[in-house]
């Protein structure tokens, strides 16, 4: 049982994990109690499980927990609150961006990261950022909309 | 009023169990029955609760399966209690707390579900009135609740103001439901009818929200299920030393040809499932993909329905001249994009279940003969999971979860990984329709013949995989949903004959996927329509109206010309590689509900078969609005998630097993490929509600086969609607 240090929400945390081979999504929902990031295919395929690794997009069901080193973790608790909600999850809730959700964190996290690189994206790049991003309800017109809510366009 | 026995503890009590089980659940199993407050669909207190603060509980049996009908719901029990929607907190589907309103599913949850509860709190208004009118010495028509106060209607100031939570504070509403009971006028609304943002959102965007995938117990065990190579493998050996060098592990569960390990973490669970060596029996059992069809019209038919006999059938054969065509829909799989997830625990003989099921009063009956126990020696608790579009594999995962939990003998979470979910999900299943109509010598259409291939059963218990599996019973039948529906056609003509002929079975176990047999049926017949439109000459809409005796039906299809600009719209150019087309597509839901109409702009590449769907313009009837917001996320998503089971999904499998067992291998539609969505909503305050949960996915396939023929003269009969199919088609005209 070999205990790692992680950087994650700004708070340096200790978690034990017995292989480091263990993909960071576990580690995050079950040791940390972080529900942000979701188990979606173990694949890579879907994006529900996307974190940001010193402000990258990654699919944290296929990041081994011994590649994060002291990257800095942010999850989708991370980003803001209830009471004080990072812009672009406010413009999730004004757009009313969500059907089940269960897709959102990765529609959330993929955005902010494009939105730290390109702060006034177009809407082709928007939907090109997302395009491994997987919503089975059909909510992709209200995240768009509120991708550019958030961005200002 | 002395119906309203004083409950004050029971009220507690119940108070006590929802906290009790939503935040900080008890282990130990099914609650004593003591303790339970009634279930009665027939009474006010299996519905509402109003505890000494004036908040507001409402037992829903129907769900929110990421719909938002949680919102819904709190408006119309606060807009006909008169408090406000904060004061509200909806209780979903669990058995020892709501009543039994039927599985949520069919776009009833609003029609059905909404609707008693809006009579349950009319009933509890008039008897809260008539309480407060005999403690304040006045006569209760001068009363009225306002913002979940009792004040008098005409002398507002300087009269005592008495809060619902002093009222009956500590009381039960303990009162029989009056279906009769005065509802409020709907042009007294200030809750119904409005965008109100959805409850769950924040949470949802925060990461707070609890999701069945979220949900803990204390000393919870991690499952995980092996399946076998092969639908109807048998289990030979499995050598359990394979797994020793995974930490943790608690136990192999096997049961028959049930396979399952528990594990102290869920990476080992997973880990131990991935490497257990097991040797199961070849099983080939599966028909060959490349005859699907064939195999569905050589399948055994135990019974005929005729779903509408008008007129007389022989006047197809006298017809001068006749069409016919066959439509085919592809096996379609739910795709949750969160795999199915329960947590159960199993002390004492008893078993407590959460799972995201869309009904846990069925799932409950299942549960209790999988492990031979009484109903009541079983509870089950909805807690919401990913987005179902039907009957998913959440109350398989129940099974599993229940079946290691009793090996185990403590708390066990089993999800299942990507694999199991989209290759042990129940299917929509294989579809096919003939058609036949006949004209006159003048191109009036006079007769319309159809027959659905399609198999037996209705929506009941869907046997669950992990019971199968082990040898036990869970009560389940061939069950694929409703699917006769939409089979009849909505259009006066003279000899209309429509048969559904019923399978004896279907290559992979069906169920009900998001407006089952609807979405098939309705492809074929307005996509045939559309082919009896182009042998007349006749246009699409003009020949709709012209078969059209409902007024209703035709103001929706005149508002969608108008909004679509239809009657004005350009003629493809056939010249270019790339066309543009326009189709139509008309539903009223299973004949007697909500309206749909919907036109859509497709672009065609002729050269590679590709579709891009540029938009939709959708005009939705469903009789009173409840949430116009809410509606349109939900036709939003209906209109998207089906182009993706038009134009891609199609379930692939080998004579063992389902193929297509990722998103890899079964792709959806994704962000670059969405179109836009135009949506006008027709209220009528005045109307009943009906269901807005899926009739507009109805529509969407034969949309895009009408708007394709009119770009390319090509006819699309199979779904999906793949570039391959869209070139074959094009080469063929």
Known sequence: MAASRLNVNGATVSVTADDPDTPLLYVLRNELGLHGPRFGCGLGQCGACTVHIDGNAVRSCITPLSSVNDGKVVTLEGLGTDERPHPIQQAFIEEQAVQCGYCINGMIMQSAALLTRAPKPTEQQIKAELANNLCRCGTHLRIVRAVKRAAGI | MNEMINRRSLLQATGALIVTFSLMPDAGGAQPASLAKTVSPDRVDGFLAIDIDGAV???????????????????????????????????QGDTALTPDQGTTFGSLSI???????????????????????????????????????????????????????????????????????????????????????RLDIPDKVT???????????????????????????????????????????????????????????????????????????K????????????????????????????????????????????????????????PSCAVASFVGGKLTCWTASQGVHDLRKQLAAMLAVENDDVRCIYVDGAGCYGRNGHEDAAADAALMARAVGGPVRVQWMRADEHGWDPKGPPTLVDLRAGLDQDGNVIA?????????????????????????????????????????????IENVKTTAHRLESTPLKP??????????????????????????????????????????????????????NWRDRPKPDRSADVVIGRGLAYVKYELVRTYVGAVVEVQVNRKTGEIAVVRFHVVHDCGQIINPDGLRNQIEGNIVQTVSRALKEEVTFDRSMVTSLDWASYPILTFPEIPDVVIELIDRPDQVPWGGGEPSAAIVPAAISNA???????????????????????GAT
């Open chain 2, 57 to 91: 509980l409402v037992y829903s049996g129907k769900v929110d399966l990421g719909t938002g009908v949680r919102t819904a719901l709190t408006q119309i029990v606060a807009e006909e209690l008169d408090v406000p929607m904060s004061q509200v907190t909806v209780i």
């Open chain 2, 111 to 197: 029609q059905n579900g909404g609707m008693q509860l809006r009579r349950a709190a009319a009933t509890a208004r008039r008897a809260l009135l008539a309480k407060a009118a005999a403690e304040l010495r006045r006569d209760a028509s001068l009363l009225a609740i306002r913002n979940g106060v009792v004040v008098s209607k005409n002398e507002l100031d300087g009269r005592p103001k008495l809060p619902l939570g002093a009222l009956v504070g500590g009381t039960s509403l303990a009162l029989p439901l009056d279906n009769d009971a005065p509802l409020k006028a709907p042009a007294d609304y200030t809750i119904v009818g409005k965008p109100m943002p």
């Open chain 2, 207 to 281: 990461g707070r929200f609890t999701y069945m995938q979220d949900f803990k117990l204390p000393g919870m065990l991690h499952g995980r299920v092996i399946r076998p190579s092969g639908i109807g493998a048998t289990l030979v050996s499995y050598d359990e030393t394979s797994i020793n060098h995974i930490p943790g592990i608690v136990k192999v569960v096997h049961i028959n040809n049930f396979l399952g390990v528990v594990a102290e973490t869920e990476w080992s669970a997973i880990k131990a499932a991935q490497q257990l060596s097991v040797t199961w029996s």
């Open chain 2, 283 to 338: 099983w080939e059992g599966l028909p060959d993909e490349a005859k699907l069809w064939q195999h569905v019209r050589g399948t055994k038919v135990v019974r005929d329905d005729v779903t509408s006999n008008i007129g007389d059938a022989a006047a197809l054969r006298a017809a001068t001249r006749k069409l016919s065509a066959t439509y085919d829909f592809a096996i379609h799989t739910h795709g949750s994009i969160g």
């Open chain 2, 448 to 492: 319309w013949e159809s027959e659905l291939f399609i198999p037996d059963g209705i929506a009941t218990f869907v046997d669950l995989v992990g019971a199968d599996l082990a040898g036990l019973n869970s009560l389940g039948k061939l069950s694929p949903g409703g699917v006769l529906n939409d089979l009849a056609i909505p259009y006066g």
């Open chain 2, 511 to 564: 169920a009900w996927i998001r407006s089952p047999g609807r979405l098939q049926n309705t492809f074929a017949n307005e996509a045939f329509f559309d082919e009896i439109a182009a042998q007349t000459g006749a246009d699409p809409l003009e020949l709709r109206l012209k078969h059209l005796d409902d007024p209703r039906g035709q103001e929706l299809l005149e508002r969608l010309a108008d909004v679509s």
């Open chain 2, 708 to 730: 394709v023929f009119e770009a390319t003269g090509a006819r699309l009969r199979s779904v999906p609607f793949t570039p391959a199919k869209v070139k074959a088609a094009i």
